[in-house]
């Protein structure tokens, strides 16, 4: 009974905005194929709503929109069936919901999903509870240290959300459960909607919902990140390799120097070469097709796939963008970003946080901190 009614709801899954604070990793992809450990993130997102029984799919797509179209297709490689609802203009992310509701003939309950979240949140656990609610809407909600940064609820103790506060400063939010980002909605929430315009899910619907007593919460307690800013998207896949390879995972299609020093753990893709003398770890990702010269040290990184480090260098706490050179005797600060095939010449030295931007070539040192490369 329950599988018949998984299998009647839709997903929504929210993947077309401009993701402007995760730049320049989001010059060349969309921000829902930045990869968690080698493998895009809405991969991870349509795995767990094929796992849930939940197969129709609906991407709300508008920037890089090919990219994302390209990879997925009809959904039938991952064993679901996915369309599109292309933006035309901004519509915030409540504004292309009644669209997409009305152009699908959506006729039961659907849910929406960001498409920046990393979660092994349940969503059969999630739909069951909305299910046994009885509210026009269910908001998974999660714990953080510092609500400051998302929309904060109140929850009664029947699981209903009496108060929810989109950002207010830290020292007076009363409480420390966010919104994840999931929901899940009966049809009738559709009149709560604005139509038409560009709106806001936590600032024009859920308010009106709450204050109704229309809204219940499924508290959340386990992996969940958002990936708005750099420092999120490596402690996103940070916790990814805690989580699924505790004693780090290294490809049985990649080679390693037997004297090369592993502090676990670490995640090394496909077809990947690690030369002699090198030390990575711990917490590091290197992405598929990359090629480690000797001697190399890495350490808290992110390295997307193709990216070939010659000899003698050392990266540190930084993200390395697709198809990337490193020369010799380089030196990456903690807090870096770089686009995707940057080169960076023999001997430079970049100081912490420094953002370069795609295709750029370094040939001189950067010594001032949190510059910015354009």
Partial sequence: ??????????????????????????????????????KPLLDWIIKSLRSAGVKDIILSVRYLANL????????????????????????????????????????????????????????????????????LATLVLTKVEDPSRYGVAVVDKEGLIREFIEKPPREVAKSNLVNAG??????????????????????????RLVSEAQVYAYIHEGIWSDIGVPSDYKRA????????????????????????????PVFIGSNTVIDKGSKLGPLTIIGSQSRIGPYTRIYRSILLDGVVVEGSSLIEGSIIGRASYIGRW?????????????????????????????????????????????
């Fill in 182 to 207: 999931i929901y899940v909605f009966d049809m009738d929430v559709l009149k709560y909607f604005p139509h038409k315009t560009p709106s806001k899910l936590s600032k024009d619907v859920i308010p």
């Fill in 68 to 135: 994302i179209r390209d990879r997925y297709g009809d959904g039938s490689e991952f064993n679901v069936r996915i369309e599109y609802a292309e933006e035309v203009r901004p519509l915030g992310d409540a504004g292309p919901i009644p669209v997409i509701a009305s152009r699908f003939s959506l006729s039961n309950p659907f849910l929406v999903i960001y498409g920046d979240i990393f979660t092994d949140v349940n969503i059969a656990e999630v739909i069951k509870f909305h299910k046994s609610k009885g509210g």
């Fill in 330 to 374: 380089v030196r990456i600060s903690d807090g870096c970003v770089l686009g995707d095939e940057v080169t960076i010449s023999d001997e430079v030295f970049i100081s912490n946080r420094v953002t370069i931007l795609p295709y750029k070539e370094i040939n001189e040192s950067i010594m001032k901190p949190e510059s910015g490369i354009l």
């Fill in 1 to 38: 009974m329950f599988g018949d009614f998984m299998s009647n709801i839709t997903a929504i899954i929210l993947t077309g905005g401009f993701a402007t604070r995760l730049r320049p990793l989001t010059l060349t992809r969309p921000k829902a194929l930045l990869p968690i450990l080698d």
């Fill in 237 to 264: 896949n940070f916790e990814a390799l805690l989580r699924y390879y505790p004693e780090g995972y290294i490809s049985s299609e990649s080679k390693m120097a037997e004297d090369v020093e592993i502090n676990k």
